[in-house]
């Protein structure tokens, strides 16, 4: 044997031949031929840990998978509120075990349904819900005490939220014991995803106001969901995906504690959301790397002494910008690669996305195809048996070191921008992505990087498969209730309450109570984003090349 | 020889969706080509487009929808082209547009449409071919 892996690389590999390919990870990280115990140069107990313990490199929970499998949460939401609610309750009967919620345009970006810039956007890409009413439809027989929620909604969420808990309150369900997720991270939303309304300090004054509602009065809820989905979606690396959403969370951290929050108060309700992508060595040792820094951050950085403070827990869902239009019955072996690397990365919670998905919305078919793909991981494929099986891997560790690296060194030249807020006034991180994506591209097309069906093994004829239909009619429908509440219910009571949401928006005092009871007066979601338009003003898209 | 002018592209994102990763590869390949090209930002109305590509004097609209609203936004774009005497403008776009929707613009005078895999290469052979200045 040769005595150490830089002889073996000169004697023995040199001498064999190398497809002519570029050896690089999808993010372009270019790997070594063989990784051994000279790449791991870090220790097991700081570095490592057992499963559930500092810096919980190889999982946040001592039993992983042997104690409680991930929950199956696929993200739902079409049409009215009773469609969605259909949908929700077929995927409970499928065996799914969380709901998720996707929300249409006009609700993610505050309009009502009959609101002008709505027009053609309602109930397409989510379900259309602009007052208390939709909320309560949306989840008819479903015990909200009963089940976790997660909602997707960012910019109106603080509304979305309210409605919630004032459904919650006339199911009779104690707002002590409900839990859930809403995503609620603004700053991605400068970043990657572009769904906002007022500038980005307004907004993340908003987030905390929900991060500590949610502390004092709804302590089972994650008031955040800190995601690199988008960043990721959006044409980041795996490196700025983590290094971004990181550097977001820090942000919001500051922002509460500011807030005279206590660390370890709030910190154990922050949660995370991941993106799975097609490599899939980078991406579990994404997901390993990440649990490292953040706890290292929340501890070193925030001094946090509660070790739930250190636990990155996170969802991930598989690469919706992955999923091809061609041949897409592949996509089922796509998201089933994805999802493995999430399980195998250690997630709390999966999304996978269905095969016609770069389409329409999933018919019930693909729907169920993709949660079965999650069912055939946790039952036939035999990863859960052990935890974190690909700890001590030399190719994962060495990868995992190297992520983590690179990604502090995003956060360092973040930290010297004076913080993400800043950051993002600057352009900085919407550039390197747009970069990133920009670069991807062009490896694409010239063949470096190959996409099966797009560029290489390319079919002449397509074939067709069916696809979802959102019926026109859904939007006149949305639009003939929310101008019905808006004629009928008591006018007065609404005008003082949407004036008690400016007078909070104008003092600083915490907008949810004021919100809450203007949503139980029947205001509706638009009205009070209009109060957030007049009171704080409304950010506008720096068209950037 | 007389040179031809350079051919002008407005690149638009219609309605409330923010999903701009491959308007901005387009807007950019499509620069690199040589072509002008005006990015209008995100969150456009249709009469924010057509406006914009009246003032801005261009030969063609990519318009990129990928929330589902596709059936009323590329219509009313090209309403409003019509309505104000621009209808030579070429609107062509891309998006999350099932094949029978592509269909159905295309016979309304959508002149091409790309789904997700479409590469800038052949967007750019295609606006070269069927892209003329207009008179």
Redesign the interface.
């Given at each position: 044997m040769s005595s150490n892996k830089q002889e073996w690389l000169d004697t023995s590999y040199r001498k064999s031949a190398e497809r002519p390919v570029r050896f690089s990870t999808l993010s372009d990280m270019e790997l070594e031929p063989l990784y051994t115990p000279e790449d791991v140069k870090s220790d097991y107990a700081t570095a490592l840990g057992n499963p559930g313990e500092y810096p919980f490199t190889r999982g946040v929970y001592p039993s992983m998978y042997r104690g409680k499998l991930w929950t199956m949460r696929q993200f739902a939401g079409f049409g009215t509120p009773e469609d969605t609610n259909a949908r929700f309750r077929f995927l409970l009967r499928q065996g799914q075990t969380g709901l998720s919620t996707a929300f249409d345009?006009?609700t993610?970006?505050g309009?009502d349904a009959d609101h002008?810039?709505?027009?053609?956007?309602v109930g397409?890409?989510g379900v259309s819900v602009s007052s208390i009413h939709d909320m309560a439809r949306l989840f008819d027989q479903i015990q909200l005490e009963q089940i976790t929620t997660s909602m997707t909604v960012n910019c109106s969420a603080s509304v979305i939220l309210a409605m919630y808990l004032v459904v919650a309150e006339r199911q009779g369900a104690s707002w002590q014991r409900i839990s859930g997720t809403i995503q609620n991270d603004m700053l991605k939303?400068f970043i990657a995803?572009?769904?906002w309304i007022c500038p980005p300090k307004p907004s993340v004054r908003i987030v905390t106001d929900m991060i500590e509602f949610c502390t004092r009065h709804v302590p089972r809820f994650h008031p955040i969901s800190i995601s690199g989905y988008h960043i990721r979606?959006?044409?980041a690396t795996a490196v700025q995906e983590l290094a971004f959403t990181l550097a977001d969370g820090i942000c919001y951290v500051e922002h509460a504690i500011e807030r005279g929050l206590d660390v370890d108060e709030f910190a154990p309700r922050l949660s995370f959301f991941f993106d799975l992508h097609n490599d899939f060595l980078e991406e579990i040792a994404k997901l390993r790397a990440a649990r490292r820094m953040w706890a290292r951050i929340m501890k070193e950085r925030f001094g946090a002494k509660n070790p739930r403070s250190m636990m990155l827990r996170t969802h991930a869902q598989t690469a919706g910008?992955a999923?091809?239009?061609?041949q897409p019955l592949n996509n089922i072996a796509r998201v089933a690669i994805q999802a493995l690397a999430g399980v195998l990365g250690g997630v709390q919670s999966l999304h996978t996305n269905a095969m016609d998905?770069?389409?329409?919305?999933p018919t019930d078919m693909a729907a169920m195809v993709a949660l079965r793909t999650q069912q055939i991981i946790a039952e036939e494929s035999g990863v859960v048996n052990t935890i974190d099986p690909l700890g001590g891997s030399y190719a994962i560790e060495a990868l995992t070191d190297r992520i983590e690296h690179e990604a502090m060194e995003y956060i360092k030249r973040i930290d010297e921008m004076g913080g993400m807020i800043r950051a993002i006034e600057l352009g900085f991180p919407q550039q390197e992505i747009?970069e990133s994506?920009?670069r991807y591209?062009r490896q694409?097309?010239e063949g470096v990087k190959t996409?099966v069906?797009?560029?290489k093994y390319v079919i002449p004829e397509e074939i067709?498969i069916p696809?979802l239909k959102?019926d026109p009619a859904v939007e006149e429908l949305q639009v003939q209730r929310v101008r019905k509440i808006k004629r009928e219910r008591n006018q007065s009571a609404v005008r003082e309450a949407l004036k008690r949401v400016a007078e909070a928006c104008r003092s600083g005092e915490n907008l949810m109570g004021p919100i809450c009871e203007a949503v139980r007066r029947e205001a509706t979601l638009g009205e009070i984003c209009d109060v957030y338009r007049e009171e704080f003003g409304v950010y506008?898209?720096?068209?950037w090349? | 020889m007389t040179e031809e002018r350079r051919i002008r592209l407005l690149i638009a994102k219609a309605?409330?969706?923010?999903?701009?990763?491959g308007a901005?590869?387009i807007?950019?390949?499509l620069?690199d080509a040589g072509f002008e090209?005006i990015?209008?930002?995100?969150?456009q109305?249709p009469e924010m487009v057509v406006s914009a590509a009246i003032q801005e004097d261009v030969d063609g609209i990519g318009l990129s929808i990928l929330?589902?609203?596709h059936?009323?936004?590329f219509p009313?774009v090209l309403r409003l082209l019509k309505e104000n005497n621009a209808e030579d403008i070429a609107v062509f776009g891309g998006g999350?547009i099932?094949?029978d929707d592509a269909q159905k613009l295309k016979e309304m005078g959508v002149k091409e449409i790309f789904?997700?895999?479409a590469?800038?290469?052949d967007i750019i052979a295609w606006v070269k071919e069927n892209i003329r200045p207009r008179e």
């Amino acid at each position: 044997m040769s005595s150490n892996k830089q002889e073996w690389l000169d004697t023995s590999y040199r001498k064999s031949a190398e497809r002519p390919v570029r050896f690089s990870t999808l993010s372009d990280m270019e790997l070594e031929p063989l990784y051994t115990p000279e790449d791991v140069k870090s220790d097991y107990a700081t570095a490592l840990g057992n499963p559930g313990e500092y810096p919980f490199t190889r999982g946040v929970y001592p039993s992983m998978y042997r104690g409680k499998l991930w929950t199956m949460r696929q993200f739902a939401g079409f049409g009215t509120p009773e469609d969605t609610n259909a949908r929700f309750r077929f995927l409970l009967r499928q065996g799914q075990t969380g709901l998720s919620t996707a929300f249409d345009m006009p609700t993610l970006m505050g309009y009502d349904a009959d609101h002008e810039r709505a027009r053609g956007e309602v109930g397409r890409e989510g379900v259309s819900v602009s007052s208390i009413h939709d909320m309560a439809r949306l989840f008819d027989q479903i015990q909200l005490e009963q089940i976790t929620t997660s909602m997707t909604v960012n910019c109106s969420a603080s509304v979305i939220l309210a409605m919630y808990l004032v459904v919650a309150e006339r199911q009779g369900a104690s707002w002590q014991r409900i839990s859930g997720t809403i995503q609620n991270d603004m700053l991605k939303e400068f970043i990657a995803q572009k769904e906002w309304i007022c500038p980005p300090k307004p907004s993340v004054r908003i987030v905390t106001d929900m991060i500590e509602f949610c502390t004092r009065h709804v302590p089972r809820f994650h008031p955040i969901s800190i995601s690199g989905y988008h960043i990721r979606e959006a044409g980041a690396t795996a490196v700025q995906e983590l290094a971004f959403t990181l550097a977001d969370g820090i942000c919001y951290v500051e922002h509460a504690i500011e807030r005279g929050l206590d660390v370890d108060e709030f910190a154990p309700r922050l949660s995370f959301f991941f993106d799975l992508h097609n490599d899939f060595l980078e991406e579990i040792a994404k997901l390993r790397a990440a649990r490292r820094m953040w706890a290292r951050i929340m501890k070193e950085r925030f001094g946090a002494k509660n070790p739930r403070s250190m636990m990155l827990r996170t969802h991930a869902q598989t690469a919706g910008v992955a999923l091809t239009a061609q041949q897409p019955l592949n996509n089922i072996a796509r998201v089933a690669i994805q999802a493995l690397a999430g399980v195998l990365g250690g997630v709390q919670s999966l999304h996978t996305n269905a095969m016609d998905e770069t389409l329409a919305l999933p018919t019930d078919m693909a729907a169920m195809v993709a949660l079965r793909t999650q069912q055939i991981i946790a039952e036939e494929s035999g990863v859960v048996n052990t935890i974190d099986p690909l700890g001590g891997s030399y190719a994962i560790e060495a990868l995992t070191d190297r992520i983590e690296h690179e990604a502090m060194e995003y956060i360092k030249r973040i930290d010297e921008m004076g913080g993400m807020i800043r950051a993002i006034e600057l352009g900085f991180p919407q550039q390197e992505i747009a970069e990133s994506a920009f670069r991807y591209q062009r490896q694409l097309e010239e063949g470096v990087k190959t996409v099966v069906g797009v560029n290489k093994y390319v079919i002449p004829e397509e074939i067709p498969i069916p696809t979802l239909k959102i019926d026109p009619a859904v939007e006149e429908l949305q639009v003939q209730r929310v101008r019905k509440i808006k004629r009928e219910r008591n006018q007065s009571a609404v005008r003082e309450a949407l004036k008690r949401v400016a007078e909070a928006c104008r003092s600083g005092e915490n907008l949810m109570g004021p919100i809450c009871e203007a949503v139980r007066r029947e205001a509706t979601l638009g009205e009070i984003c209009d109060v957030y338009r007049e009171e704080f003003g409304v950010y506008t898209d720096p068209a950037w090349l | 020889m007389t040179e031809e002018r350079r051919i002008r592209l407005l690149i638009a994102k219609a309605g409330l969706d923010g999903h701009d990763r491959g308007a901005k590869i387009i807007a950019r390949a499509l620069r690199d080509a040589g072509f002008e090209v005006i990015y209008t930002g995100l969150h456009q109305t249709p009469e924010m487009v057509v406006s914009a590509a009246i003032q801005e004097d261009v030969d063609g609209i990519g318009l990129s929808i990928l929330s589902g609203a596709h059936m009323t936004l590329f219509p009313e774009v090209l309403r409003l082209l019509k309505e104000n005497n621009a209808e030579d403008i070429a609107v062509f776009g891309g998006g999350i547009i099932p094949p029978d929707d592509a269909q159905k613009l295309k016979e309304m005078g959508v002149k091409e449409i790309f789904t997700p895999g479409a590469s800038t290469q052949d967007i750019i052979a295609w606006v070269k071919e069927n892209i003329r200045p207009r008179e």
